[in-house]
């Protein structure tokens, strides 16, 4: 199988914006999921099929593919975004699901 | 309303075995695929396995094939996931989660609260 890779760590000024990106060699063939995942509770979906929102997910969450990098972008910031994101794809075989290793948003 | 209910976690010995159960609720259960997703402490989420609707077939993560088997009852709208020879590295909280999307485009769109597994002598 192949691996997506997160970066650890990102922080946005509250009200700015901030992107998390997602690399890997299966994202040239297979679009990304977000999930938003706060302390203590389960992930939720945030976007699928590239860049579709859930009901319920503040608009201000959009995503986007390139080449073999997913990113998830959050236009204006608020202090209740703070929390680990993840993406998710297929493997280059098809055949497993990967996550990326997460990102933790702080909003300063 | 989506509710999916884990449930069978709990403290078990290194070697040990373990069902976990996923009960769902409010949308029509045979008509989805289901997965597995678990996270150990302080980690992130690793997908461990999920099964097709109607027809049943399962895949499985490299960690955990050979000694897990995802299940489904369709009469019953419940998953499960039958543990064998346990390590201390499963050691963690297993969602249950509804699956969406595409070959090209998969996603979770729903999931269930976990339930934890500790792997300990």
């Known amino acids: 199988s192949s691996e997506v890779t997160q970066d650890p760590a990102v922080s946005v000024a509250l009200g700015q914006t901030v992107s998390i990106t997602c ?18 509770q389960a992930p939720i979906l945030v976007i699928y099929d590239e860049n ?9 969450f959009s995503g986007s593919n390139s080449g073999n990098t997913a990113s998830l972008t959050i236009t204006g910031a608020q202090a ?29 | ?29 045979n008509n989805y695929g289901m997965s597995w997703v678990r996270q150990a402490p302080g980690k992130g989420l690793e997908w461990v396995s999920s099964i097709t609707a109607t027809d049943g077939r399962t895949y499985y993560a490299d960690s955990v094939k050979g000694r ?22 499963d050691t963690a909280v297993y969602y249950c989660a ?24």
């Open chain 1, 23 to 40: 690399q890997g060699d299966s994202l040239r063939n297979y679009y990304a999921s977000w999930y938003q995942q706060k302390p203590g």
């Open chain 2, 68 to 89: 897990f088997t995802i299940s489904r009852d369709n009469s019953k709208n419940t998953l499960f996931l039958q543990m064998n020879s346990l390590r201390a590295e």
């Open chain 2, 1 to 29: 309303e989506v509710q999916l209910l884990e449930s069978g976690g709990g403290l078990i010995q290194p070697g040990g075995s373990l069902k976990l159960s996923c009960a769902a609720s409010g949308f029509i259960f």
């Open chain 2, 98 to 121: 509804k699956d969406m999307g595409s070959v090209w485009a998969p996603y979770f769109d729903f999931w269930g609260q976990g339930t934890l597994v500790t792997v300990s002598s």
């Open chain 1, 52 to 60: 579709s929102r859930p009901s319920g997910i503040p608009d201000r």
């Open chain 1, 80 to 108: 209740e975004d703070e929390a680990d994101y993840y993406c998710n794809c297929r493997d280059t075989s098809g055949n497993y699901l990967l996550f990326g290793g997460g990102t933790k948003l702080t909003v300063l």
